[in-house]
């Protein structure tokens, strides 16, 4: 019974190993031009779709009788500051509310159906955000707005493990989330362009941004329902032997397990002892079980902790951005929008390279730990600096360091979780924490008290990031002391009791426990 299966037999045994590397390159090759691109372009649009508040924000210049060319949106609807930042909160609470939920709907309903549903209603809902006359009308439009973009991040995160071995994951993730970096470089430019509309049709510049973003995230929702796929068998691009290699690629033992010698000796010793509570056991736990574990794993809760520690900067300067620069010199509106793109350009660059090396080497702490340091040497320079240019720097530091980090959360996550529903509630739970940084970070910055130098704000994520290096060590050292109980058979006894009552196939059993499986590799 404790044989291996014959999966992952088939094609491999068909061709030589260096046939197989083609053919496997091919097949990667074709899904990242499938998958990828639409899912960068949905995650920018829904960036640009979440954040550009924050260029609707800035008023146009001043003229001479006293009244403002192209009024921002504190003007027009007559808000202070404070409820600007209310505004940019009441995004969060649904936004992390609906994540863990969306991400089990997706195995019902699927990916392709499920995905651009939710692009085309936040597109609707960011169209509509162009019509409010009020602030308490824009409240509930932003409340809304994050109902109907929650499930996205997670649902990408959770449809490229159905496709990608761990060894490939964090390049793809970093691939996806740089949307937000190309959306914070371009949102800048597109919203300069678009509020140069200001007055056609009797319509603020703020109001064209919304119109026009929202309709073009419309218009890409419809062309998703037809491009993303279910899993590998719905990926158009891929010959039936390509979709079949993938399939047993994911479902092959050696991408995620390792063969304990001690363990296969035990259980050969082991006598079936069949009993009446365990004839109806499911090869499968039920899914509220899956769910349940999650919230007992120490590993989610530590990474969901790096996830609010690396999301906080993202989300300060994301917000914020324009209005730091502007207070960091004699800048107009325009100027300030157009100088924070750079720094964006240049974390899509590091996080690619950064992501590549992480899965090269497969150690998600080097990654992790990178982009904390980088994070902190901006922030210091951003707190200690008063030279414009200097200050400047920074801002590109903490753009790299904080965009790259995120991918790597999801990576690990991903990689250190097994079991269907293990997997999506742990990443939803993640994507949760990510988020509640931004119920923080709109608090942080206040542009009319603390301009230019945002003490409090940058102080705040000095020692938010200061914690993740802190929370970062414990999650590595806590996983290589597992590693090592593993590895000296102290976790044998999950297998060896559940191979007593059922004598399942080492596979059976390795289904069951999931991550919990002393032959599971966790990835340090």
């Known amino acids: 019974m404790l044989e291996r299966d014959a999966e992952h037999v088939t094609i491999r045994s068909q061709l030589d190993p260096d046939a197989y590397k083609k053919k496997e390159r091919a097949a990667r090759l074709k899904m990242d031009i499938q998958i990828l691109p639409v899912c960068v372009l949905l995650y920018l649009l829904a960036y640009i779709d979440?954040?550009?508040?924050?260029?609707?924000?800035?008023?146009?210049?001043?003229?001479?009788?006293?009244?403002?060319?192209?009024?921002?949106?504190?003007?027009?609807?007559?808000?202070?500051?404070?409820?600007?930042?209310?505004?940019?909160?009441?995004?969060?609470?649904?936004?992390?509310?609906?994540?863990l939920p969306s991400n089990l709907i997706i195995r019902k309903i699927g990916p392709r159906i499920w995905i651009p549903t939710l692009a085309l209603t936040w597109g609707v809902v960011e169209t509509l955000q162009g019509l409010v006359t009020s602030k308490a009308g824009l409240?509930?439009?932003?409340?809304?707005?994050?109902?109907?973009?929650?499930?996205l991040t997670p649902g990408i995160t959770l449809l490229l493990t159905f496709?990608?071995?761990?060894?490939?994951?964090?390049?793809?993730?970093?691939?996806?989330?740089?949307?937000?970096?190309?959306?914070?470089?371009f949102s800048g430019l597109l919203a300069?362009?678009?509020?140069?509309?200001?007055?056609?049709?009797?319509?603020?510049?703020?109001?064209?941004?919304?119109?026009?973003?929202?309709?073009?995230?419309?218009?890409?929702?419809?062309?998703?329902?037809?491009?993303?796929?279910?899993?590998?068998r719905g990926c158009f691009m891929l010959s039936p032997l390509e979709r079949e290699l993938i399939i047993q690629r994911q479902r092959a033992p050696t991408y995620r397990y390792q063969?304990?010698?001690?363990?296969?000796?035990?259980?050969?010793?082991?006598?079936?002892?069949?009993?009446?509570?365990?004839?109806?056991?499911?090869?499968t736990p039920p899914w509220y079980k899956e769910v349940l574990r999650t919230f007992t794993d120490e590993r989610v809760y530590l990474t969901g902790i790096l996830g609010f520690c690396v999301s906080l900067p993202i989300f300060s300067f994301t917000n914020f951005m324009p209005s730091i620069i502007k207070g960091m010199g004699d800048y107009s509106t325009v100027k300030s929008m157009l100088l924070s793109c750079p720094p964006f350009a240049a974390s899509f660059v590091y996080s690619l390279c950064m992501a590549f090396v992480a899965d090269r080497l497969q150690l998600r702490y080097l990654s992790v730990m990178l982009s904390f340091i980088i994070t902190l040497v901006g922030l210091a320079v951003l707190w200690g600096c008063d030279e414009p240019m200097h200050r400047y720097g920074g801002i590109f530091m903490v753009a790299a360091g904080s965009y790259s980090g995120p991918p790597c959360m999801f990576a690990w996550m991903a990689n250190n979780s097994a079991?269907?529903?293990?997997?999506?509630?742990?990443?939803?739970?993640?994507?949760?924490?990510?988020?509640?940084?931004g119920l923080v970070a709109a608090w942080l910055?206040?542009?009319?008290?603390?301009?230019?130098?945002?003490?409090r704000g940058t102080a705040t994520n000095l020692a938010i990031t200061l914690l993740g290096i802190v929370?970062?060590?414990?999650?590595?050292?806590?996983?290589?002391?597992?590693?090592?109980?593993?590895?000296?058979?102290?976790?044998?006894?999950?297998?060896?009791?559940?191979?007593?009552?059922?004598?399942w196939p080492r596979e059976a059993l390795r289904s069951y426990l999931g991550d919990r499986h002393p032959e599971f590799l966790l990835e340090l």
């Open 471 to 503: 929370v970062a060590t414990i999650q590595e050292c806590r996983i290589w002391q597992e590693r090592r109980q593993r590895a000296c058979g102290r976790r044998d006894e999950y297998v060896v009791e559940l191979y007593r009552r059922t004598h």
């Open 50 to 99: 979440k954040s550009n508040i924050s260029q609707a924000m800035l008023d146009g210049k001043n003229l001479p009788n006293g009244k403002v060319e192209d009024p921002g949106i504190l003007t027009s609807l007559n808000m202070t500051p404070h409820e600007f930042s209310i505004a940019l909160t009441v995004l969060f609470p649904t936004y992390m509310a609906f994540q």
């Open 139 to 151: 409240y509930i439009n932003r409340i809304f707005l994050g109902l109907a973009e929650a499930g």
């Open 419 to 437: 079991g269907y529903y293990k997997r999506t509630s742990a990443l939803a739970f993640v994507h949760m924490m990510d988020n509640a940084s």
């Open 192 to 232: 300069t362009a678009l509020r140069k509309m200001d007055g056609i049709s009797g319509q603020h510049g703020w109001q064209w941004v919304f119109y026009i973003e929202g309709i073009f995230t419309v218009a890409v929702a419809i062309v998703c329902y037809f491009i993303i796929p279910n899993g590998p």
């Open 163 to 185: 496709f990608y071995v761990p060894k490939e994951l964090q390049f793809r993730q970093a691939f996806y989330f740089t949307g937000a970096s190309l959306s914070g470089s």
């Open 445 to 455: 910055f206040n542009t009319h008290t603390e301009a230019p130098r945002f003490l």
């Open 259 to 283: 063969d304990l010698p001690h363990l296969t000796l035990k259980l050969k010793e082991v006598e079936f002892e069949p009993t009446s509570e365990n004839e109806g056991l499911l090869l």
